[in-house]
Structures are given as structure tokens and as C-alpha cells.
């Protein structure tokens, strides 16, 4: 028994251990495929919309070559601080369902607020998304929007 198994510890691995040195490989190693077949991520960008004291902060999610945003549970923005806003809806908004598994194209997350002032702020992004049939991510990304005095 004892030489059967120092036998099984001598024999070489199945598959070749290999350094993730970027998040394609640790991907490659995750969902066992090679790089060339799925790839992809997603693109945040965010801006200030409106003038005077009606604005609002606007998320825009897109995912980009394989990569699919999950309609459930979605994605959302929240304000982590905030100084010179006043937030008349509230302080995040998400996503609402939808009756597919995953989000036709980007999504777009909007929070309107009120500047009564100079001053910035800041929101934590959250979303989920996948490599269709393969692995899934929670996803999340800090923004911070210095705001002026509200007349630009």
C-alpha cells in the first residue's frame, strides 16, 4: 500500500502548473479554456449631466467581447459620501428585473441630486457578470466626481 501510493505521488501532474500573471490567465485557469476563446470585461464610465442645481450622476455598464452583465442581481450605484448635494430620490439606485438572464447590451444607472454647493462625490459601483456558461464575478469599481459651484 505504501509503495502504491508513493507511486501516485511521484506521477507528474495531468495538467502543467502555470503563474497567473494577468486576470486572462488566472481566467484561463478558472474556467479551463484557453485565452483565445473567452474574453472580455466590463466598462464602466460615469459623468455629470444638467446644469445648474438639477444634475445627475450617470453610470453607463457595458460588457465587452464574452463577457454578459447578469440581469439578477444586477447592478447599482451608491453614494459612499457626498458634500454640497442634496439627494431628492435617494442615495442609490439599481437596476430593475428583467425576464431575461442577462442584460440585452450596457445599462445605464442614474441618481439626480440637487448642488447647493461646491463639493464631490463619491459611489461604489457594484454588478455581476459572467462568461456565458463558464464563471461569474462579482464586479466593483470606486468613482469620485468633483463638482464645481453649479453654474458650468
Do not use: N
Not at 501516485?8 to 486576470?23: I, K, M, N, Q, S
Not at 445648474?52 to 453607463?60: Q, T
Amino acid at each position: 500500500m505504501r509503495v502504491l501510493l508513493a507511486a501516485l505521488l511521484l506521477l507528474p501532474l495531468a495538467t502543467p502548473v502555470r503563474a497567473a500573471g494577468d486576470l486572462d490567465l488566472l481566467l484561463d485557469g478558472l474556467t479551463g479554456s484557453d485565452s483565445a476563446t473567452k474574453r472580455g470585461e466590463v466598462e464602466i464610465e460615469d459623468s455629470i449631466t444638467g446644469r445648474g442645481a438639477h444634475r445627475e450622476l450617470v453610470v453607463r455598464l457595458t460588457p465587452t467581447g464574452d463577457a454578459r452583465l447578469i440581469a439578477d442581481p444586477g447592478a447599482s450605484v451608491e453614494i459612499t459620501g457626498a458634500s454640497g448635494v442634496r439627494w431628492p430620490e435617494g442615495r442609490r439606485a439599481a437596476t430593475t428585473p428583467v425576464e431575461t438572464e442577462y442584460f440585452p447590451g450596457g445599462v445605464t444607472l442614474r441618481l439626480p441630486f440637487e448642488q447647493i454647493g461646491p463639493g464631490a462625490i463619491d459611489a461604489r459601483v457594484e454588478y455581476f457578470w459572467c462568461f456565458v456558461g463558464y464563471q461569474c464575478f462579482l464586479g466593483e469599481k470606486r468613482i469620485r466626481r468633483t463638482l464645481d459651484d453649479g453654474t458650468g
